[in-house]
């Protein structure tokens, strides 16, 4: 399979997404065994969802051995140097800055796919959100966690913010390397942004 912009952005998603499932389950005191199911669960969990809902099936992780190497290969890492990046980090807050890098690339490569795939651009941004959060709801799940889009904290929304710069930068005549590029940076900076400085997501008055 040719090397696309689409297929770089999900390889360096699972790979971050699924380094961050390694890492929770070290924290979580799990076996290989369990390091491994979040490492895969997280990495591949959103882009097999986007491309369920696409229609496009087999889903692409597992049509190209290059996903599952690549969540295999950050669980190896995960598993076997978690004291060097603890030593970097707390292991929570690296936890959660793999996290945002990987709700970006995956948000945008779901966005990007979809308009490939035909679709509209509003659709396309709401499955791009879809793909960004879906393997942290996995990996949370499997965790044993309420999933980060479920509370107040900005996720989700991160997601949409770069997703929309995307759409918005393709349509101005962006580079789609450089749409992409910015719609992963806005993604990111809004994520760290509101873990930096704790701010919310609007909720119901009571």
Do not use: C
């Not at 793909?131 to 107040?152: E, F, K, S």
Request: net charge positive; hydrophobic share 60%; charged share 15%.
């Amino acid at each position: 399979m040719p090397l696309t912009l689409t297929l770089l952005l999900d390889l360096a998603g699972t790979l971050v997404f699924a380094l961050s499932g390694a890492l929770l389950a070290v924290r979580k005191g799990l076996d290989i065994v369990g390091v491994v199911v979040l490492s895969v669960a997280a990495g591949l969990g959103g882009g097999m969802l986007r491309d369920v809902l696409l229609g496009a099936t087999p889903p692409a992780a597992l049509r190209n051995e290059a996903y599952l190497l690549t969540a295999l290969v950050a669980a190896a890492l995960g598993f076997w140097f978690h004291p060097g990046f603890a030593r970097l980090a707390r292991l929570n807050a690296g936890i959660r800055l793999l996290d945002a890098a990987g709700l970006g690339f995956f948000a945008i490569a779901g966005t990007l796919k979809s308009i490939n795939a035909g679709l509209d651009p509003v659709p396309a941004v709401m499955l791009g959100v879809v793909t960004g959060v879906g393997g942290g709801v996995v990996r949370d799940v499997l965790a044993g966690d309420v999933p980060l889009v479920l509370r107040q904290e900005i996720y989700a929304l991160a997601a949409l913010l770069g997703a929309v710069l995307f759409v918005l930068a393709d349509w101005a005549g962006l580079a789609r390397s450089s749409a992409a590029a910015l719609g992963v940076a806005v993604t990111v900076l809004v994520r760290l942004l509101a873990l930096r400085f704790d701010l919310q997501a609007p909720r119901p008055r009571r």
